[in-house]
């Protein structure tokens, strides 16, 4: 089973203690709800994806891929004082619990029923809810802009977020979420590549068979992404398939197919 190879335990008490950063007692209750007095989910968190695949795509990964952007967080709290720390560090913390109910858990890491009808996103912000319910006399602006900066954190709609961020806040946590999906995403493609060497092995034998019958020039790099990687594209999510293939695109020099090919069926 694919594992993170960081310290489980570590990486949560670390989570835990930007957690009691939190000084505003609503949003520290959100906090408590989940990640202090839940056992089912942190025993869940701490051994969920991130995702399917792209990125953090391994048992303890979303624990992983949480911390780091609580991290990045972190630093733009320092950076930028129009940010409201106590906002940012709750929302970032639960950007992602929509997750461990969107995905079930290992050996499968597939959708679930609801993953596929709802998303992590309409997930999270339900379990959101359910915390803010057993909390007396949470405030409604306040409840709204949490849910709001989990509501935008893919950033587009297209990418599967109902709004665009409209908070400094939300904006932080979409650009956290962006930069630690990409490098992650980065990471393991260099790490499952094969050397430099093979690559131009590759090339020498011009396998394009393929390629050359894609209809245009983003199937036929697919095609090609595809073969190189063993990535299923159709089972990505919307976001993780932007992710991955922005990430492709900017760094495929070393595998760019001959002048000609990919750009058409041959009339």
Do not use: W
């Amino acid at each position: 089973m694919p594992s993170t190879e960081k310290s489980v335990d570590g990486m949560y008490e670390e989570l835990l203690s930007y957690g009691r950063q939190i000084s505003n007692p609503y949003l520290r209750g959100v906090i408590e709800y989940y990640f202090e007095k839940d056992e089912k989910f942190i025993l869940t968190f701490k051994g969920h994806s991130a995702a399917k695949s792209v990125h953090h795509g391994f048992a303890g990964g979303l624990l992983e891929h949480t911390l780091s952007v609580v991290k990045f967080c972190e630093y733009m709290v320092g950076q930028y004082d129009i940010l409201n720390k106590d906002l940012l560090y709750t929302a970032a913390m639960c950007h992602d619990i929509g997750k461990t109910i969107e995905l079930s858990p290992f050996p499968e890491n597939d959708y679930t029923d609801d993953g596929q009808l709802l998303g992590h996103i309409i997930i999270g912000i339900e379990m959101i809810d359910d915390a803010i319910r057993e909390i007396p006399e949470f405030p409604k602006q306040l409840a709204s802009e949490l849910k709001h900066c989990i509501v935008a954190h893919h950033g587009e709609l297209e990418y599967g977020s109902p709004k665009k961020p409209a908070l400094a806040e939300a904006m932080a946590l979409n650009l956290a979420d962006n930069a630690d999906a990409k490098m992650q995403t980065l990471k393991e493609i260099f790490s499952c590549s094969k050397p430099a060497k093979e690559h131009r092995k590759l090339r020498r034998r011009n396998p394009f068979e393929q390629v050359q019958k894609a209809d245009n020039a983003t199937q036929a790099q697919m095609i090609m992404y595809s073969k190189m990687f063993k990535i299923n594209f159709s089972k990505m999510d919307p976001y993780e398939f932007k992710t991955l293939t922005d990430i492709l695109q900017r760094y495929s020099d070393a595998f760019k197919m001959p002048k000609g090919n990919g750009r058409g069926k041959k009339k």
